[in-house]
């Protein structure tokens, strides 16, 4: 079967195909709703290897074939994997050919995915309805901050050191940062490897951060889970002293002038009532409260001598590769998924691309100081995010989840504060940045991230 589809992308062909030669294309373009997962991205488009992993332990290689390669026009992948490619026989030819607007007033990129293989086009459609989706998103953001950072005055490509890149958000902004066209460093806390550092925690090395321009700090101990002392002191543990200790060295550091730090809602409480809070509300009651609070603390330590410090308190994030999302759509798919007793509680939630656009608004944006709210700007209670996750993956939504059944997984300090948590939060300081959202309305996310979205047309010609 051929297959062949074709969108447009707001930017230059040599941008456009740049992009794609970056490491962190791959994970940027793969649906995190298949069954695959990037393990490495090919080191050139011409005859390079993307591997994944899939399921079982086997993997997907897509060999780059020369013959089918025309640098700045096209490039072409081949499974050379068995049993897959007998299977699959899957050629994949990506075109790309400069393209007007409407008006044939701006330099626009048409790309052109054709395709030679077994595997129906009902199975191809979501992923590639993905993969547009996110090319002109991605493009959309890019533009937007070029322009910020020109109207500031700063164009230079930055270096930056990340802690937690290998985690939820850590791998999407590492690629997101590296396809604009950045350094991201790894500080990792064993066997650093290319492109990586060794972060000692409570003994961060004096030179960790030589050369680096900005310090995004995401590492901490999982929240999930029930809430024992030993667990509790781990969570605090892990983010207010070494947070403390980064901060020292980006206030010493001679270059390094810019501290972006992780951190939650939970900061006003696991209730914040019927009344909305922004960045202005004082820190809440309980344990996640406190632990904000310090962590936070922790960080503006890195305040003074030019210093700027930026503290992203995120919501509830919608990935479809982990967190929330996926534990649902497993409960949804069983006929087990319904609101939560009473179905009142507010859900400040955040889609993962919107994350991690806030964090690169925090990094490039030298307006972004102190506290930023990460959630979207239309919060959802409890019962109207059932309904829309139930319409997207097509399940009822009838089996009212009793409170008994957080409290058994997570305990009863740990349900409260997590599971039946209620919290209204707006996005008042992002907004006042200009910010833009990809998706500020639940049903986009959802279908951005469980593949529920169309296939794109072009617009022009």
């Known amino acids: 079967m051929t297959l062949q589809m074709s969108h447009v992308v707001p930017a230059a062909r040599e941008d456009v195909w740049q992009w794609h030669s970056r490491p962190g294309a791959v994970i940027r373009l793969t649906p995190s709703f298949l069954a695959m997962k990037p393990r490495t991205q090919a080191e050139n ?73 077994r595997v129906p086009k009902a199975a191809l459609s979501s992923a590639f309805a993905y993969r547009q989706h996110q090319l002109i998103q991605d493009f959309e953001a890019k533009n937007r901050f070029d322009a910020l950072r020109q109207d500031q005055g700063n164009t230079e490509a930055l270096v930056i050191a990340m802690t937690g890149a290998g985690g939820l958000v850590g791998t999407a902004l590492a690629a997101q940062l590296r396809t604009l066209g950045h350094e991201v460093i ?43 002392e030993s ?23 001679d270059r390094c002038n810019t ?7 939970g900061y006003y409480g696991h209730d914040t009532g019927d009344q909305s809070v922004d960045e202005s509300a004082g820190p809440g009651e309980g344990f996640l409260a406190t632990v ?53 509680p507010w859900f400040s939630w955040i889609a993962i691309d919107d994350l991690c656009d806030l964090y690169c608004r925090a990094i490039f944006d030298q307006r972004a100081t102190g506290p930023i709210n990460a959630v979207a700007p239309n919060p959802v209670r409890n019962a109207e995010f059932t309904e829309a996750l139930g319409q997207q993956l097509n399940r009822p ?37 200009g910010h833009t959202f990809r998706y500020p309305e639940l049903s986009q996310a959802l279908a951005h991230e469980l593949g529920g979205e169309e296939l794109v047309h072009p617009p022009v010609q």
């Open 186 to 228: 790894e500080l990792t806390r064993s066997n650093p490897g290319d492109g990586q550092r060794l972060w000692d925690p409570e003994h961060p090395a004096d030179d960790l951060l030589d050369g680096v321009d900005v310090l995004v700090h995401l590492a901490g101990e999982s929240i999930m889970g029930r809430f024992s």
């Open 45 to 117: 488009l011409a005859d390079g290897t993307t591997i994944f992993d899939l399921p079982g332990g086997l993997k997907w290689e897509a060999k780059h074939e020369l013959a089918g390669y025309v640098a700045g026009y096209r490039f072409t992948d081949r499974c050379v994997t068995a049993p897959i490619a007998t299977l699959a026989k899957w050629r994949h030819v990506h075109v790309f050919a400069d393209a007007e607007d409407e008006q044939g007033n701006r330099n626009w990129t048409k790309i052109t995915d054709s395709l030679d293989t």
């Open 292 to 344: 904000s609070k310090d962590w936070e603390a922790a960080a503006f330590k890195a305040e003074g001598e030019g210093k700027r410090v930026a503290i992203i308190r995120t919501g509830i994030v919608l990935s479809g590769a982990g967190g929330l999302l996926p534990v649902m759509k497993t409960l949804f798919s069983v006929g087990l998924g319904g609101e939560l007793e009473g179905g009142k």
């Open 397 to 433: 939504t009838f089996m009212p989840i009793p409170s008994l059944g957080p409290k058994l997984l997570l305990g009863k300090e740990g349900a409260k504060e997590l599971a039946l948590a209620n919290q209204l939060v707006s996005a008042k300081v992002a907004e006042q940045l």
């Open 231 to 253: 667990h509790k002191q781990a969570i605090y543990d892990s983010r207010v002293g070494p947070t403390a200790q980064l901060a020292q060295l980006v206030a010493a550091s």
């Open 259 to 265: 501290l972006v730090s992780a951190s939650a809602i």
